[in-house]
């Protein structure tokens, strides 16, 4: 329930507190459910590779990392950010790599200066029934171009923070990549009336940039 209290974030005994958005918000504690789906349990496995890998770094190698992280922020929370820890730099360039089928890295990477996005906004039509998601491209969004998305929400939505990885942004054709295949393998064909989030990135060395994020609704078929 929203509550009035002091800006706070995090477990205390049985009650979990977060800024939600129409303020403090405070819940009592529940397990998540853990279906370990394909997904969940290839996330795993790259965690504990990647973790390994750290372990097994000689002390240079880990003091790089943390030197480096020095200049790496968090992500804020209540308006507060700190520096990622050497392990933590680590894991966010590592994970990245694995999951995506480059070769991790035991050095850490400068941070690149990331090239023009592609993609600048997303089109879904319905021809007779037939529903297709695009991203509009200015060019070719290239092998690094990373694609999230929600599952379908009502359309009175404005804002989306649940997004899963849907894959790697196909090739431009005609200024338009089809995200079709990518988006029903994951939710199956979003129903009429509904809106979509997507949310795309680039990634360069493990490095992601600044997402852009776009939005539209099913319309009826045409």
Do not use: H
Not at 20 to 40: C, D, K
Not at 81 to 107: E, R
Not at 135 to 140: E, K, N, P, Q, W
Request: glycine share 8%; charged share 20%.
């Amino acid at each position: 329930m929203r509550i009035s209290d002091i800006p706070q974030s995090g477990k205390r005994g049985k009650t979990v507190s977060m800024n939600g958005r129409y303020g403090q918000v405070s819940r009592i504690l529940t397990t998540p459910a853990n279906p370990e789906t394909p997904a969940q349990l290839k996330i795993r496995r790259i965690l504990q590779k990647v973790s390994a890998r750290w372990r097994a770094l000689q002390e240079a190698q880990r003091a790089a990392w943390m030197t480096a992280a020095q200049n790496v922020k968090a992500q804020a929370r209540l308006g507060q950010s700190g520096p990622l820890t050497g392990a933590q730099l680590f894991n966010k360039i590592n994970c990245t790599l694995a999951l995506f089928g480059q070769d991790l890295v035991d050095a850490p990477p400068p941070l690149p200066q990331f090239p023009d996005l592609a993609p600048q906004g997303l089109v879904i039509t319905n021809a007779g029934g037939v529903i297709a998601l695009k991203l509009t491209c200015t060019g070719d969004p290239g092998e690094n171009t990373i694609v999230r998305a929600s599952a379908p929400v009502s359309p009175g939505r404005e804002v989306c923070r649940n997004y899963r990885i849907l894959g790697t942004c196909p090739a431009a054709v005609q200024n338009s990549a089809d995200i079709t295949a990518l988006y029903t393998a994951k939710y199956g064909a979003p129903p009429v009336g509904m809106k979509v989030f997507v949310r795309v990135t680039q990634f360069v060395d493990g490095w992601e940039d600044i997402a852009a994020k776009f939005s539209a609704v099913v319309p009826d078929a045409a």
